[in-house]
Nanobody, 124 residues
Framework: QAQLVESGGGLVQAGGSLRLPCAASGLTFGNYDMGWFRQAPGKEREFVAAIGWSGSTTFYADSAKGRFTISRDSVKNTVYLQMNSLKPEDTAVYYC?????????????????WGQGTQVTVSS
């Protein structure tokens, strides 16, 4: 059974940094594009970043570009979201997800597997 487990969330001051790891198991890691989404209270789930199966291509929402970096480690079967220069508007539950090759990595409904989410709170 496939499982994705996010961690690394917490409370951070504005301008600070967090790194969120998502450990994948029960799937062939290299067969999947990986993505990060977030959802704040009262808002729809929002695309944040994605990385192709090989790690050679990355994609970012405008809100994340220049501040966030997505990466993956094929040895650890883990995808990471490095978040720098955090702002209060980044406060949300962050989810990682896995999509088979050829799916629309910007669309949440094209992802097959999801983690449980990790809370990120940015204070001013």
């Amino acid at each position: 059974q496939a499982q994705l487990v996010e961690s690394g969330g917490g409370l951070v001051q504005a301008g600070g940094s967090l790194r969120l790891p998502c450990a994948a198991s029960g799937l062939t890691f290299g067969n999947y594009d990986m993505g990060w989404f977030r959802q704040a209270p009262g808002k729809e789930r929002e695309f944040v970043a994605a990385i192709g199966w090989s790690g050679s291509t990355t994609f970012y929402a405008d809100s994340a570009k220049g501040r966030f970096t997505i990466s993956r480690d094929s040895v650890k079967n883990t995808v990471y979201l490095q978040m720098n220069s955090l702002k209060p508007e980044d406060t949300a539950v962050y989810y990682c997800a896995a999509a088979s090759r050829g799916r629309n990595i910007y669309a949440s409904f094209d992802y097959e597997y999801w983690g449980q989410g990790t809370q990120v709170t940015v204070s001013s």
